[in-house]
């Protein structure tokens, strides 16, 4: 299995920062890389596929890029709404696996 | 609008059944392949299963492996989990998840809500 490595395993940020979560893959997976927002109590919203590619309706501020093992995700202006746990996640091979989550709390 | 709505999730004992339903809606069902990823209280999300659009395709995580069975009605846009023999480490929150597909590879797009099911005795 692909093991996904997430960090930090949490940061606090101002509104207004620009934030960086980085995921390591254990082994190449081509640029088959999504990220997820969840907040308390709620489902994943899908954020980025392709390593890349912004989900529709998704705000502009949210970025990634990478591809092989090493990967980001960047919110450019962080915003109150913003404040929620992160994920990555790999889909080059069955069993999907996740980053174990970035939280994002408010300095 | 695409909706997933989960249901079925209860307090079960130690080595009980249960069967979670995920009804769909503002999509065509049958062209998409499905999936339940679940997270435990306070932890992570895990895949534990997929099926295929026209349900050819199976496959499990290896810790649900013989015990969950994965199924799906695209006559009525529902997609299922039959879970047994369940233990206190099955407790979690169980999503069922669209998969979008392009190129042979698929990743979740959109999931439903959640519904929680606790093992204890």
């Known amino acids: 299995d692909v093991q996904m490595t997430q960090s930090p395993s949490s940061l606090s940020a101002s509104v207004g920062d620009r934030v960086t979560i980085t995921c390591r893959a254990s082994?190449?997976?081509?640029?088959?890389l999504a990220w997820f927002q969840q907040k308390p109590g709620k489902a994943p919203k899908s954020l980025i596929y392709?390593?890349?590619s912004l989900q529709s309706g998704v705000p502009s501020k949210f970025s990634g890029s990478g591809s092989g093992t090493d990967f980001t995700l960047t919110i450019s202006s962080l915003q109150p709404e913003d404040f929620a746990t992160y994920y990555c996640?790999?889909?080059?091979?069955?069993?999907?696996?996740f980053g174990q989550g970035t939280k994002v709390e408010i300095k | 609008e695409v909706q997933l709505v989960e249901s079925g999730g209860d307090l079960v004992q130690p080595g009980g059944s249960l069967r979670l339903s995920c009804a769909a809606s503002?999509?065509?069902?049958?062209?998409?392949?499905m999936n339940w990823v679940r997270q435990a209280p306070g932890k992570g999300l895990e895949w534990i299963s997929y099926?295929?659009?026209?349900?050819?395709?199976?496959k499990y995580a290896d810790s649900v492996k013989g015990r969950f069975t994965i199924s799906r009605d695209n006559a009525k846009n529902s997609l299922y989990l039959q879970m047994s023999s369940l233990r206190a480490e099955d407790t979690a929150v169980y999503y069922c998840?669209?998969?979008?597909?392009?190129?042979?590879?698929?990743?979740?797009?959109?999931w439903g809500q959640g519904t929680l099911v606790t093992v204890s005795s």
């Open positions: 998840a669209r998969g979008q597909c392009s190129g042979g590879t698929c990743y979740p797009d959109y």
């Open positions: 099926i295929s659009a026209g349900s050819s395709t199976l």
């Open positions: 503002g999509f065509t069902f049958s062209t998409y392949t």
């Open positions: 082994q190449g997976i081509s640029s088959y």
């Open positions: 996640q790999q889909y080059n091979s069955y069993p999907w696996t």
């Open positions: 392709a390593a890349s």
